[in-house]
T-cell receptor, first 113, second 110 residues
Framework: DGGITQSPKYLFRKEGQNVTLSCEQN?????MYWYRQDPGQGLRLIYY???????QKGDIAEGYSVSREKKESFPLTVTSAQKNPTAFYLC????????????FGEGSRLTVL | QKEVEQNSGPLSVPEGAIASLNCTYS??????FFWYRQYSGKSPELIMF????GDKEDGRFTAQLNKASQYVSLLIRDSQPSDSATYLC??????????FGTGTRLKVLA
């Protein structure tokens, strides 16, 4: 079954620690995205990548970093510089250049203790 | 800053009624428009997409797009309690960027 796998589903972090959220897709999509969702809010774009070894900052990139070394994988690191990291993180992908549907993973919920 | 605006609700409708959800967007260059449904604690799932002015129907759902007014709406006919969720409007800005509204919470009363 094709899809997007995010892990872990739930993660607890102490203040000052970096954490990495995994996102893997087997849909053969070129473009991948990371969004953050806070309670009662819409999705805000953190980073996106159109192709391997290339990525762009979204609207709220500060305190986050990404890499895109393989087409299938787009991990997100939440660094200690992110002041309020508790949120629901969603990874998504879409085929390149079609502006079509975004396919979402099941999300990762990060809580800072 | 490109924006997508939605009324946060909650929008309450009785079972069997028509629910009407609205969205406005600021980028006149937007080409693709999407409605996602999101249940609490879950990821969004696509309900409808629309690219051209006019109406597009799929079962109980109808999406309406008016590019001149920068307005897109979603009608849900014969609303069911299982339709109770948050509905997110998303529009494209350029080919790769998707901008989401804050969502409208719909409550269908049995």
């Amino acid at each position: 079954d094709g899809g997007i796998t995010q892990s872990p589903k739930y993660l607890f972090r102490k203040e000052g620690q970096n954490v990495t959220l995994s996102c893997e897709q087997n849909l053969n999509h070129d473009a991948m995205y990371w969004y953050r969702q806070d309670p009662g809010q819409g999705l805000r774009l953190i980073y996106y990548s159109q192709i391997v070894n290339d990525f762009q900052k979204g609207d709220i990139a500060e305190g986050y970093s990404v890499s895109r070394e393989k087409k299938e994988s787009f991990p997100l690191t939440v660094t200690s510089a992110q002041k309020n990291p508790t949120a629901f993180y969603l990874c998504a992908s879409t085929p390149t250049g079609l502006a079509g549907e975004l396919f979402f993973g099941e999300g990762s919920r990060l809580t800072v203790l | 800053q490109k924006e997508v605006e939605q009324n946060s609700g909650p929008l309450s409708v009785p079972e069997g009624a028509i629910a009407s959800l609205n969205c406005t967007y600021s980028d006149r260059g937007s080409q693709s428009f999407f409605w996602y449904r999101q249940y609490s604690g879950k990821s969004p799932e696509l309900i409808m997409f629309i690219y051209s002015n006019g109406d597009k129907e799929d079962g109980r759902f109808t999406a309406q797009l008016n590019k001149a007014s920068q307005y897109v709406s979603l009608l849900i006919r014969d609303s069911q309690p299982s339709d109770s969720a948050t509905y997110l409007c998303a529009v494209t800005s350029g080919t790769y960027k998707y901008i989401f509204g804050t969502g409208t919470r719909l409550k269908v009363l049995a």
